[in-house]
C-alpha cells in the first residue's frame, strides 16, 4: 500500500487516482494515517464482504499491524492519550 502526504495528494490528485485503481493509497497529514483513496471497484468489495472474508482480511491486517509492533498495549495506550 502506497503511503503519500496530503500536500502530496493535493499536488498530484490525478496521479493519486490513477495509483488507487492498483492499491488503496494512505494519506498522511502530519505523520499520521487520516484517509485511503481506493478503487471504486475495491470500495464495492469491502462494502459486500461476508462475515468469513471480513474475519480473514481482519486477520491479515492484524498480523502486518503485529509486526510492525502494534500490540494491544500499544493500542490501549494510543486510545487512552486520546480521551
Not at 471497484?41 to 509486526?67: M, P, T
Request: hydrophobic content about 40%.
Amino acid at each position: 500500500m502506497r503511503t503519500i502526504t496530503a500536500s502530496e495528494a493535493r499536488q498530484g490528485f490525478a496521479e493519486v487516482l490513477e495509483a488507487a485503481r492498483r492499491e488503496p493509497v494512505v494519506i498522511q497529514r502530519q505523520k499520521r494515517d487520516v484517509a485511503v483513496v481506493m478503487s471504486m471497484d475495491e470500495y464495492e468489495r469491502l462494502v459486500h464482504l461476508n462475515v468469513a472474508e471480513f474475519q480473514r482480511f481482519s486477520d491479515r491486517v492484524g498480523a502486518k499491524a503485529k509486526e510492525a509492533g502494534l500490540t494491544e498495549d500499544v493500542l490501549q495506550g494510543l486510545l487512552s492519550s486520546e480521551n
